[in-house]
């Protein structure tokens, strides 16, 4: 499956980096920078829309949502029976077939982690994609990392999770090393005592299993120092704000585009 990127920003220059591994990648993109910067990485290029599709079996289009209705309106009449593969958030498979008419779509959402091939993705499929093309995209899209295939009225929710979950684990992970500079700690220590300290726990759990509640336990001895910021998080609503968070974002998803 060659794949055409449209839009090289942060996402469509993660994609080409983890699937030009496998296959066929060229990149179109309006800023001549950035097609600079394709070049540099050693991505194939062009600069007409035309071309990319003509020599692609899918498109990918990510760009931003103010951009797609005009790149929705190039891409009639070029797409044929190729796939269209959008990752742009908050956007339907319905509203880019009421453009494109009843095309071939896949909806993905994916995170910035496809940039280390440890993306985290969803996708869902309108019925015009075929059993054989679901799967190459799936053989395919495995490369950039872990995907989940979910009914699309959950993409919203999984673009607040996932896709916008690693500004909100950066952000922790900021205020953590920004404490170990209170306690006297460079920055560049702390945070990497941090990212240790985080990474270390995640395997933990994901090896040993169990519920994040569980270890916080075992981690908290009885009138120790654990559970003295245990309450302060408590107290502050730590876990309210976090999944306010996460459904402010969600609902943010659906007033997108
Ligand atoms: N960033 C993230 O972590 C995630 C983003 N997404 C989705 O991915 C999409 C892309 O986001 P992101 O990579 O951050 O965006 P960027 O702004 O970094 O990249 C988009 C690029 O597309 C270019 N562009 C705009 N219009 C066109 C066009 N018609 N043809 C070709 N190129 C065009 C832009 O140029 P210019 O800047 O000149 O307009 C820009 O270089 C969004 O829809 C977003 O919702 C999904 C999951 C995670
Ligand atoms: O902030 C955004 O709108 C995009 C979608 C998910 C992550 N970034």
Known sequence: MRIGIVGYGNMGSAFASALKEKTQVVVYDVDPAKIDRARQDHVATTESLEFLVWNSDAVLV?????????????????????????????????????????????????????????????????????SEEKKAFVELFSSCGKLYEIKEDMMDSFTALAGSGPAFVFKFLHAMALSGVMEGFPYSTALSIVLDTVVGSCELLKEMGGVPEEWVLRVASPGGTTVEGIKVLEERGFVGTVMECVRQTSQKAKRLT
Not at 73 to 93: P, Q, T, W
Not at 97 to 120: A, S
């Open 62 to 130: 990510a760009v931003k949502p103010k951009d797609v209705p005009s790149l929705l309106e190039d891409l009639k009449g070029l797409l044929e029976e190729r796939l269209l593969v959008s990752i742009v958030a908050g956007l339907s498979i319905e509203k880019i077939q009421r453009t494109l008419g009843e095309k071939k779509v896949i909806r993905v959402m994916p995170n910035v982690n496809v940039l280390v091939r440890r993306g985290v993705m969803a996708f869902w499929a309108s019925p015009q994609v075929s």
